[in-house]
């Protein structure tokens, strides 16, 4: 039997053995977990106009005086389709304002993808050219943002809002934000 034989079977194991580290290491629960630089420091500033208003511009200074969640979207995320769900149930608690944050996204296709879904957004900020999601330090949709009402950012995530993460993470954090006025 020739040595070559078993070549096919060689590349046939060491490709199943990529995919099985890849599936694992996409099942870790830290894979999302990246350290935010702008955890406890001011949000940036910004001017952005309202989806369904263009001609309004809302500011950071607009949005402080209360907490806010800040939801980073777009209708061509996959993911952001994902959280929906639980980003809606979430809002409809009116515990505090969530701002959409349409990410380099048509205003037509936002608009017809919350015609879909439903809008959970107190209001939705618009940033077709991305250049403030620079600021943020937003590399991808979708990220989740909680800031105080002075403007600073208390909480960071990238990724998917799910209800576990919003009951561990956001909500107990808000709760804190709650405790200290």
Known sequence: MSKNRWIPLAIFIALGALLAAGVWMSRRPDRDALPSPLIGKPAPEFSL???????????????????????????????????????????????????????????????RWLEQLGNPYFMILQDIEGRTALDFGIYGAPETFLIDAKGMIVWKHVGVLTPELIRNELEPKLTQLEAAR
């Open 49 to 111: 106009p309202e989806l369904f208003d263009p001609t309004r511009t809302v500011t950071l200074a607009d949005l402080k005086g209360a907490p806010f969640v800040m939801n980073v979207w777009g209708s061509w995320c996959v993911a952001c389709r994902d959280e929906h769900a639980a980003l809606t149930a979430f809002s409809e608690t009116k515990r505090v304002r969530v701002i959409g944050y349409n990410w380099k996204d048509e205003p037509e296709d936002a608009k």
